[in-house]
């Protein structure tokens, strides 16, 4: 006759003054998803870098809405009696027989030209190298990447002495030219080409009859809009703001860019009997930086999927 032995646990006392002298975990607040996790150190250098952009931009809204004199007699980041903004706009524009404006418009022939065209370069060549293949591909690819590590002012010199060959320095083409090669918009079409346009879209095209052309202006090129806004972007801010090459190749200026001509304007001061016109010299350029920061704000949605594009892969 087999007995059973039964064994009992001694249940755990409990503490009948509550929760007194046992220890609390401390518990770990979970991540929830699709929530920015929130750093102190990242919003502090956040701030830094917005105070050191924005600070600059207020000093130049604020200093064009002075005179010369105003500029002497007040606080850089605070406005002086004498509210001037209107009067200095008037001034700029009609300042020595009107030569802002032919300044502008030279700008915008630069940016058109040579930023368009840098554009459309860079599309056509970066769809080529990312969608067909060809003998010495690969070293297109190294002198491509070679030509981003190349800084333009290094290339500035040889440019000038081969377009003083050619009899083209002091005309626009001096500054359109050089503004059409863009290596990087090149390497940036082709990496957004090359994720961006599905080899079996084209593949249907083709099936479906549809040339080359008709491929690409049809099928790939609504596909390369956002890669296209983000080149475009960058080569307008390049030309739009491109100061050491006007500055080699031109001596007439009728053919200034806004760059080089409000730099002629602050050297006014430093000549005997030239104008001291640093009011203008503001003005000018907060009307210059007008511009840009319209087109980035316009073109800022597309901008931003053009730069993530290819980050993700699915």
Known sequence: MSSSVTTSQPAPA?????SKGVPRLRSRKEHVPGRPKRSVLLTVLTGLILIYTVVPLVWLVISATKTQEGLADSSGLWFSDDFALWDNISETFSYHDGIFVRWLLNTLLYVVLGAGGATLLAILGGYALAKFKFPGKRGVFAVVIGAVAVPGTALAVPTFLMFSKMGLTDTPWAVIIPSLVSPFGLYLMWV??????????MEAARIDGAGEIRTFFQVALPLLAPGTVTVLLFTTVATWNNYFLPLIMLKDPDWYPLTLGLDAWNNQAQTIGGDVIFNLVITGSLLTIIPLIAAFLLLQRFWQSGLAAGSVKE
């Open 192 to 201: 957004f080409a090359t994720e961006a346009i599905p080899n079996e879209l």
């Open 14 to 18: 409990q503490n009948s003054g509550g």
